[in-house]
């Protein structure tokens, strides 16, 4: 666990070890002329793990895509209860040189007894147009017994990952959140740091990102007291990483953790940064009994069930945080017993935020989410005792329109099966804004309810346990961005195809725990994700565990952004909308009935350009850069109604060039440049783009 042991091994295996993790980097010479072609499904495959029966579903959409690799596996069949966070980073490099990084939880052997430790894997091309594990390709965060429950910090600019877990140092120990760097000297080991203890209570299940301000931001969880008490308090903690030293040097200005106040439900927050590294959004949901005292639970019972979602926002690298004014993204309506026997008046909104959710900022800096809802039945339905609950889910995603807020409806799953626990019928979503198009995409898993069901785990009582995919949306570049979402495409798709025979534990396939990076420019989507082979949660313990232990795969999975494309307009139907609350408060109708081939497919007119209007044939759009005065980088964004030759440069007062930012050939669409100032003074500048003839130009104010 700590610093000192880490770095007396670098001593010790120094010698013997010293730069072999840079061996063979450069050994793949491969005839890259006749790449291998993506999946679309129609053909034959071969199932990454040897499973008699287990055979890939093609559907009506040719819907098993992309590339697969195994990078590890794991008994520990929930790599996190609730929220995923970022589990996977990318770097894109140049051509081929690109490299993806993985954490995850690998519990060593088939009890829940058995040491658990997190491991860090690198995947790279491997020459051929698929994947292969990089040289010295998994290793271990630390030497300690136990830890898990991992989100990776992925500093995307210079190619370096921070994995972030909690972690005991031996059998019994209280748990701590620890953030961990490789060590210069033996890259196959990691020195690791402890978040300072602050109070009596343990701060667990990290969930972490970088900031270009250069810190690893980290939000932690309370252990909850015991089994009755839902309601806990977040902390927030952030260190200052260095590579070259491989060091972590605590930075919070009065030395101790940041605590948000105790009315959030366990594991379910996520983290994120905007590009400037000075805004920070915090999503978690938090109990309504503690916010509003809506308790139609026993007292004290578990409140996991009935939250509203918060976000809350710090607009100085996490110095200091704003909880006096959070955002109520979902403000439910609160049940109404008084207005009993009309039933309807007394349920109100019966919609309730799950522990799960993701927020990102967009280049713009407008703040996105999504996150779970499950459905409550209160009062007077025939069959349905009062004051329950299903688990049937629904996603959601939210942003700001001027003065209003907007809800829009990315999947919905029926009740069919039942989900293990901490789970939905869909839920998990991850959200990606892709900075070269300003499309939006969405990545989450939904349970299979059929047509065979042999396709999931029976049980002899009540409901079977669904056999879970992992599907992936879209909403399109403009001012339609958020608010239209594509019908998803299951991305897995997998299925139990021997009628005769029922699926034993280790005979399946349920995914898990999808997370794509937060950055992920270039022709892919990266995703990685756990395959369960016995659905349900194993590892629960008590009563609770559902299923059978067994070895999972933990899997990463290359998917072509332009092959989904494709497919959203074979396929052409936009997810249509549903209110969220009684009222329709909220509620987005697209004026177009969500029409698809009659208004431009994805693409439709408005989608490129600014939000109030769309390019006319033959013209450019340059915008503002942002931040404006900056120091030192700022984004300029531009949109193309045509492929086009582009040169962007930067000019000083005087007219001479600075920088060349582009000169290239590029595709239609919305693109964004970082410009990054480091070495300039400050003062005035102007941005030109010239794209076939036609030139604009645009003022910036370099302040430092």
């Known amino acids: 666990m700590k610093s000192f042991l880490s770095l007396v091994l670098a001593l010790l295996l120094a010698v013997t070890v010293t730069g072999f993790a840079d061996s063979n980097v450069d050994a793949k010479k491969y005839d890259t002329s006749n790449p291998l072609p993506l999946l679309r ?28 690799l195994i990078v590890g596996f794991s008994a520990w069949d929930a790599q996190h209860n609730g929220s995923s966070g970022r589990m996977i980073g990318f770097y894109p490099g140049s051509g081929d040189d690109w490299e993806a990084y993985v954490v995850y939880s690998k519990l060593d052997g088939i009890s829940t007894a058995n040491p658990r430790h997190v491991h860090y894997t690198r995947v790279m091309d491997d020459g051929q147009g698929g994947l292969m594990m990089a040289p010295n390709p998994s290793q271990v965060c630390e030497t300690d017994y136990r830890s898990g429950y991992t989100t990776l910090v992925f500093d995307y600019e210079n190619n370096v990952g921070y994995p972030t877990f909690h972690v005991a140092e031996n059998n019994g120990d209280d748990f701590v959140a620890a953030a961990v760097v490789q060590n210069p000297f033996v890259p196959t080991i990691f020195n690791s740091f ?71 439900m366990n594991i379910s927050t996520d983290l994120t940064v905007d590009m400037t590294g000075d805004n920070l959004a915090l999503g ?76 990102i900022f967009d280049a713009e800096n407008n703040l996105h989410a999504a996150f779970t809802v499950g459905e409550f039945y209160f009062y007077g339905y025939p069959g349905i005792p009062d004051l329950d609950a299903t688990v049937t889910g629904r996603i959601f995603h939210h942003m700001e329109r001027g003065d209003s807020s907007v809800w829009t409806q990315i999947n919905n799953q029926p009740f069919v099966v ?60 403009g001012q339609y961005n958020g608010l239209l979402w594509t019908k998803p495409i299951n991305i897995t798709n997998t299925i139990w195809t021997d009628p005769n ?35 349900g949660t194993a590892i629960a313990g008590n009563d609770q565990a559902v ?15 332009q092959m989904l494309l494709d497919m959203f307009d074979d396929n052409a139907e936009w997810q249509h909308n549903y209110p969220m609350h009684i009222d329709s408060t909220g509620f987005w109708q697209d004026p177009y009935d969500y029409e698809w081939e009659g208004q ?78 480091e070495d300039l003074p400050s003062g005035v500048y102007f941005y030109k783009l010239n794209a076939n003839g036609t030139e604009k130009t645009r003022k910036m104010v370099l302040l430092k």
């Not at 346990?465 to 879209?474: K, L, P, S």
């Not at 070895?551 to 290359?558: A, F, G, H, L, S």
């Not at 120091?631 to 045509?642: C, G, H, Q, V």
Request: charged content about 25%.
């Open 41 to 68: 499904g129609d053909e034959e495959v071969n199932v990454p793990v040897d499973m008699p029966g287990f055979t890939p579903r093609v559907g009506e959409l040719d819907e098993l895509i992309g590339d697969t």
């Open 284 to 359: 978690m949901a938090v109990s309504r009994f503690a916010t509003i005292g809506e308790d139609f639970r026993e007292p004290g019972a578990d409140d996991q069930v009935n939250n509203d979602l918060y976000i809350y926002l710090s607009d100085d690298a996490g110095e200091t945080w704003d909880t006096d004014n959070p955002i109520d993204v979902t403000q439910f309506i609160p049940i109404q017993p008084a207005a009993l026997p009309d039933t309807v008046t007394a349920n109100q909104d019966t919609f309730r935020a799950y522990t799960d959710c993701s927020v």
């Open 600 to 677: 431009g497919g994805f693409y439709r007119p408005g989608s490129v350009g600014d939000a109030s209007s769309s390019l006319q044939p033959h013209e450019i759009d340059l915008k503002q850069n942002y931040p404006n005065p900056f120091n030192p980088s700022t984004k300029i964004a531009f949109s193309l109604d045509r492929p086009a030759n582009v040169k962007l440069a930067v000019y000083d007062v005087l007219g001479r060039e600075v920088v060349t930012l582009l000169n290239r050939g590029m595709s239609a669409g919305s693109h964004n440049v970082l410009f990054l100032a």
């Open 547 to 561: 299923g059978e232990m067994t070895q999972n795969p933990m899997v990463v999975q290359r998917v072509s952004k």
């Open 194 to 264: 402890d978040v300072p203890p602050y109070g009596d209570v343990e701060r667990i299940w990290p969930h972490s990102v970088f900031g270009t301000t250069n810190h690893v931001h980290m939000i932690m969880h309370e252990s909850r007291q015991d089994d009755a008490t839902a309601v806990t308090a977040a902390s927030y903690f952030r260190f200052i990483p260095d590579p070259v030293t491989g060091t972590m040097t605590p930075d919070m200005s009065d030395g101790e953790q940041f605590i948000f106040p105790e009315i959030m």
């Open 418 to 477: 039942r989900p293990e626990g901490w789970a939905r019928t869909t839920d998990r979503p991850n959200l990606f804004y892709d900075m070269d198009t300003d499309i939006l995409w969405c990545t989450f898993r939904a349970m299979d309810g059929g047509p065979d069901t042999t396709d999931f785990k029976t049980q002899a009582d009540d409901l079977p346990y669904g056999n879970a995919d992992i599907y992936v949306t879209a909403s399109p570049p």
């Open 501 to 535: 025979v029922e699926p034993v534990p280790g005979q399946s396939q349920s995914e898990s725990d999808p997370t794509i990076p937060l950055r992920c420019e270039g022709e892919y989507l990266m995703i990685s994700y756990l395959k369960d082979l016995d659905p």
